[in-house]
């Protein structure tokens, strides 16, 4: 059984993604703790992309900062060696499907492993790629997180059936960051997600409030939230630890 | 060439969101439909000839051929294409393809603009919404461009992130796609990006080396000894080279951009200094640090001035069927003053790089041998920026 399913059993689960390095790495491990100790049930750790075509402004902006402060694949893997010191929640890396590629799919895989990464979400790598790296994730038991997105259609069982770890739904059109109003009809995915597979289903992409976590976390299994949590990095830099451990017990308690 | 899942060697794929993935493969549907319907290929094939005005002429370069005193040189003149480039012949292709998918607007990104104002052009042309995206770099670079598209009706989107130049425009025209697929296709300007794109466009563009070989063939009686072209995403390139992709006696030469030198980090040559990665969904070679980093590319040409290559490119570099050489910016500038002088022909100076490489080559062959360089486009686009490039400010 996966890792990641044990973050599914304490009620909805809350995934708060962070982006490594921004402002700085320090920055992050208080971050990440903060997050953990507030009611966080997975932590999707983002290693920066020069380039990252998912993502909307506030992210984008995020990765600029965390490049530009000089953090590098090599760093997060020790941030993450430091974490696993305390942090005992599945953790999981988000980032392009380049920067595993170009460390050496082996080696990045194989590294995940040892430090402790339980899964990876790759946006740039849709199920007719998968097998750039599927088998060395599964000889790793390192999850490769599937994606379904509201465009999905005819595409979701089969994405379904062979989901690892948790599925990743994409609320909305378009790249990460705030929205008001989510209209994707969310309910109906699920419902075919739900007839082929047991793993559990995340709603990403567009949700900031506690409201909204609550709606969403009705319909599945939790929530994601990233560009929210970001928007208080770039507000309060290294300040901003005790900023989302405040907003992510906030979320949590509304799910 | 093109395997089913769009792979070239180990190259192309499909490294796109899964928000995308129903509409690349609506659009492959839709090519695979009309590619050999006769009555799609006759609508084509009219708009090339009666709105392109195709088939652009293969010029014998006399004077050049003389001065160079080595092989003979022919030019495919793309630059006299309707809207000044060898763009148009996919922008047509592609439009026509998704007013026959029900599409009612285009997305692109544009470099040099050149792309940009082809399809703003077949925009005007078909009735359809129009948003181009350009690095704001290249909107001050190639202001004209910027003004032409406005006038066509387009909707021209500076892109501020990252650096402001063709590599960013992509990025976010493939955003904007994510977020409005129903109505839009986006008609993407290279062979690049995921698959069918790099199919779709090479096929499109193929109707220049289909022009050459029947040009070459009634001139001369016998194929060329090369065809020089120049190589950013590598369209234009691929266009001439894909009907002798099978005569192994053709030299078949891409020159890329080095921009101040392939040995300096202000270079856009792809082939001679990146390494495969997975970028802008496809698998190819990219310009990247050591942990997959995009570079920020450098090349006084905008439409060259992209740190990928495109899929097939890299996989004719990989088997030894195409020659990839550097060309650097001093070099081409040098060969955009030559072609002036010379032929009376300014070309468009990401043409220029293919000029300047046969600059070099045909002097080293005998007076037999024969060479094609495709001007791509013509080059009063560049005009300011050259003058500035040599030290002269003139107003546009």
Known sequence: ?255 | MTNPNGRFGIHGGQYIPETLMNAVIELEEAYNKYKNDPEFQAELTELFNEYAGRPSRLYYAQKMTQDLGGAKIYLKREDLNHTGAHKINNVLGQALLAKKMGKTRLIAETGAGQHGVATATAAALFGMECVVFMGEEDTIRQALNVYRMRLLGAEVIPVKTGTRTLKDAVSEAMREWTSRISDTHYCLGSVMGPHPFPTIVRDFQAVISKEIKEQILNKEGRLPDAVIACVGGGSNAIGSFYNFIDDKDVRLIGCEAAGRGIDTFETAATVNTGRVGIFHGMKSYFCQDEYGQIAPVYSISAGLDYPGVGPEHAYLHDIGRAEYVPVTDEEAVQAFEYLAKTEGIIPAIESAHAVAYARKLAPTLDKDKIIVITISGRGDKDCAAIARYRGEDIHE
Do not use: W
Request: glycine share 8%; net charge negative; aromatic share 8%.
């Open chain 1, 1 to 255: 059984m996966s890792k990641i399913a044990e973050a599914f059993k304490n009620g909805k689960a809350f995934i708060p993604f962070i982006t490594c390095g921004d402002p700085d790495l320090a920055t992050t491990a208080a971050v990440v703790r903060a997050a953990v100790n507030n009611g966080a049930d997975l932590v999707e750790l983002g290693i920066p992309f020069s380039d990252p075509t998912a993502e909307g402004p506030v992210i984008q902006e995020a990765n600029l900062r965390a490049l530009s402060g000089g953090v590098t694949t090599d760093k997060i893997f020790d941030l993450v060696r430091d974490l696993r010191k305390d942090v005992t929640v599945p953790m999981v890396f988000m980032t392009y499907a380049n920067v595993v590629f170009s460390y050496g799919a082996q080696k990045f895989i194989s590294t995940c492993k040892e430090i402790g990464i339980d899964g990876l979400i790759l946006p740039d790598l849709p199920f007719e790629e998968k097998e750039e790296f599927f088998p060395l994730c599964k000889q790793y038991d390192v999850d490769l997180i599937s994606l379904i997105a509201p465009t999905s259609e005819n595409r979701i069982a089969m994405i379904a059936k062979e989901a690892d770890g948790f599925i990743y739904l994409v609320s909305s059109l378009g790249v990460t960051g705030v929205r008001s109003e989510i209209k994707t009809d969310l309910e109906s995915i699920v419902k075919v997600i739900r007839a082929n597979t047991d793993t559990p289903v995340a709603i990403g992409f567009g949700i900031s409030k506690p409201e909204q976590a609550h709606k969403m976390a009705q319909i599945s299994d939790g929530a994601i939230v990233g560009s929210a949590i970001i928007k208080l990095l770039a507000q309060y830099g290294k300040d901003a630890p005790s900023y989302v451990g405040e907003y992510v017990k906030s979320m949590k308690d509304a799910l």
